[in-house]
């Protein structure tokens, strides 16, 4: 039964008093993108705009011109100095980091073309700074010998930023110190004095160029060895800022616009509990609590965000992103209980889809674009979207593994009466993955909110998720696929060999399958709903 989950077959979703009204923005829109595939030009991570897509399938949401990168609107530039483990990769090198390649950096930018606005992240010191350098998983991961000269380089390239992309725009370009700077096998092998130090000398420099810029240390990591840690290291931060002698300045404090963390879903450690989707609201508290040790005058500057997310490691071992329904699912119950409730600005997403014939724009959006193109559907129909939370949890019942969690969105002109659209966002997810029973959900709207009649109802579930339509087909005459049960890799590249890529093409199914998960239906509102376990809809209520 552990496994399996003991069966509940009646859920009450409830929207309680007080209600918790909170404007929804879009704090899915930024996507970390590393320095050594940035280059929008070599098509890796863009997707061309598709005509069917956008005007038969979800036509409220339009993309900026020929390619894009749906649902994003910022890019954070991971390793935009340093991109590889020699110094092959750097925008600088030679004696005295001395000779600027800046046509590298040039192209690393060159999504903003596109309107895309990047959020710079000053992680990887170029080796030419460092004495003796350290190679992490991701490159070289040394502090500067000399803060000094890094921080003449620093205000160098912003200057290059304010010089070649307007100083207007580049003005509001935000800057990241680092990343995962608690980590010392991946990101920062120096003490974390000496990332005081770095961050006071980066901070300093960025703000001689931009007075007004807004600033934070790199995302800490929240699991494995750091599981245990990271509080403590995030406290030691918070002190420097308020307290602490700034290493650039010699004055006390230094600038602060966020608090950071990475945030995934490891079951490979934790077991499938790994996604209980109260962890995001859990991290979420955590960060607030941290952010009220600040001064008053600088919490309301200081957002709080999630600038690495998603699911990692499956069961099995199997690095995963869980592009099906059990990830839509899951991502929906995080979204609302970390961002809409909880109170987290920004939450990054590494990946929304994949192309399938780019001749033709046919891509497939993963599941947790799923949710981020019904959220938009709620944006574009909206004025001002307000959203309160009501949810489900089961995960304290003896192996139920359920979580059942819901947002109401309305209007803020409809907020004091009136018959404006109202939307309802529910997931229904189980952490153990095989347990696919159908859910009564019984929902008690929130007070006051006008009398529904009927209601339009879109729903992604294993039946019309492409990916999962996809797998279970090759698991029929394939054993191999049967590996992924636990669990589907990051997208299509990695499910499907390339002869089987290029067969998929011609398999006008599966973007059937895929449009499929965007059509509605109408009922009559009674104030209950089945749900299928993993699901995700959106009701639209009248």
Known sequence: LSQCGYPIDYVQVSFTKPFNWKPLTRFWSTAPRPGDGMEFTTHNWLIRSSAALYNDVCPWWKPPGEWSDPFTNYISTVRLLSATRNATGDIVSGHGCGQMDWRLLQDRLNFTSLGLIPFVVWDNVPFCFVDDPVLGLYGQIAPPSNETAWGKFVQNITGFFRDNYGGLQAANWRHRVATEPNNPHGHWSGTQEQFFSHYDWTTYNIKKVFPMAKVGPGNVDT???HENTWLQWMDNFVAHIVNGT???TGKTGAPLNW???SVYANAWKVGPMAYDPQMGADKATLLRNMRDKLPRHIQDSVTLEFQEFGTLDNEKRQRSGEPGAFGAAWT????IRAAMEGGISNIFHWGVADSVDRKKGHFFLHGNAWVMANLEEVMATFNKPMVTVGHTHYITKPHSGLNVTAVY?????TM???DGQRFLLLAAFNVYRHNFRTQTINITLPEGAPQVTNATKRCLTMQNSVYDVLLADLQVSNPEYLQHHDGMPYGLAKLLTEPAHSWLKHQTKYWDVFASSFNQSTFSWNGTLAMD???????QLF
């Not at 969105?409 to 002109?413: E, G």
């Not at 376990?533 to 009701?539: A, D, E, G, R």
């Open 223 to 225: 699991g494995g060895k």
């Open 246 to 248: 700034n290493n650039a």
């Open 259 to 261: 608090l950071a963390l």
């Open 332 to 335: 929906a119950s995080m979204y």
């Open 409 to 413: 969105m309305q209007d803020a002109a």
């Open 416 to 418: 004091g009466g009136g």
């Open 533 to 539: 376990t993993p699901s995700v809809c959106l009701l």
